[in-house]
């Protein structure tokens, strides 16, 4: 048993009582309030949808029955769209941020700031090192690097990375570069007729100086990647894959599999897809134009980039956030064709599948 933010004792049988809410239709309560059912909409949904019951044994146990193996599902446990809270009525009670997390939730503005103070009833005395603190969601990075420097803030993440070594030289600020696993992609959408030929993906795969890209744009602080979004800091990274490079000869032969001379086409991209997109789109048309693919690059607007270009425009730029999984739960993620945010599913039929 722990005591929850708001003063109630929690056990395995209050725990249990929230995920079952998951198995209602729909509702007016958001993704992670209903993670299971046919008329789930949640990001996760079909991810543990192979959970066939959920029971307790005593106040300290959850169990969680599959319907087949999993090795991934201890770790599919710690997403952040799976959390525990009170149930209310068919739903969950999400609105008040009670939980039994190290900090309680003091006060939430939406798009605005977060406040929170320590938990003076965590079950853990060696988390939690400030009694309290504030954060603010401050969206341009101008205005972020400006309230760093200035200290009107004390710590910012996603740096300006052109500017992260003058700001490492100032008196009074760290920089911590920490290896993660985000990756950046430009995806190609397999329902356009012309991305649904595979020589024309490896014909663009092979048209992109990922080298340059990483010296230019994000100035050393990231690693190329290749044609899998497991990272080298994940167990199952491929080490013995060959290595994707730009290679305008490769690009050109697989533009003549596919029965082309040339090729037009569209890449939209914002810095809502991550910081510096536009910026990579341009060096991209330059290397594309010497395989014969002319890359016009459409500049999109930040406001509106996941609803309306991401997903409906064919060539569009993209991140992932990646998980600390041991094996490809985050791509089957990434590709399902019945998760409401799958980026390939929809032209890839591999219900209950997995990709390497």
Not at 192 to 206: F, P, T, W
Request: include cysteine; aromatic fraction near 10%.
């Amino acid at each position: 048993m722990v005591l929850a933010h708001l003063g109630d004792l929690r056990g395995a049988k209050r725990r249990v009582r929230a995920p079952k809410q998951a198995t209602c239709p729909k509702t007016r309560t958001p993704p992670s309030a209903r993670t299971q059912g046919e008329d789930s909409t949640s990001a996760v949904g079909r991810i543990v949808d192979p959970t066939a019951e959920i029971t307790t044994d005593g106040e300290d146990t959850v169990i969680f029955t599959p319907n087949g193996g999993n090795a991934d599902f201890p770790f599919i446990l710690s997403d952040y769209h799976l959390i525990i809270g009170n149930a209310d009525g068919d739903s969950m009670d999400w609105r008040s941020g009670d939980g039994c997390g190290s900090y309680v939730l003091k006060n939430f503005r939406r798009g605005v700031s977060s406040e929170f103070e320590r938990n003076p009833n965590h079950w853990r005395d060696d988390v939690a090192w400030v009694d309290s603190f504030e954060m603010l969601s401050i969206i341009d990075q101008n205005a972020r690097t400006t309230a760093l420097v200035s200290g009107d803030v004390h710590a910012s993440d996603r740096v300006d990375l052109k500017a992260a070594d003058l700001l490492a030289r100032r008196p009074g600020v760290t920089v911590e570069p920490i290896a993660g696993t985000q990756y950046y992609t430009f995806a190609m959408d397999t329902r356009n007729e012309l991305d649904n030929d595979n020589n024309v993906r490896q014909a663009l795969k092979y048209a992109i100086d990922c080298e340059d890209l990483v010296d230019k744009i994000l100035f050393g602080y990231c690693t190329v990647g290749n044609d899998h979004p497991i990272g080298r800091g994940h167990r199952f990274y491929n080490d013995e894959m060959e290595q994707k490079a730009f290679d305008p000869d490769k690009a050109r032969w697989y533009l003549k599999e596919a029965g082309l001379d040339s090729l037009d086409v569209t890449l939209s991209a914002a810095d809502a897809a991550f910081t510096g997109a536009v910026d990579a789109a341009t060096p991209f048309q330059s290397s594309a134009k010497q395989t014969g693919i002319n890359l016009r690059v459409s500049r999109e607007s930040n406001d509106g980039y996941w609803s309306d270009v991401w997903m409906n425009k064919p060539f569009s730029a993209v991140y992932w956030g990646g998980v600390c999984i041991p094996m490809f739960a985050n791509y089957v993620h990434a590709i399902r064709d019945d998760v409401a945010h799958g980026e390939m599913g929809s032209n890839r039929k591999m219900y209950g599948e997995r990709w390497m």
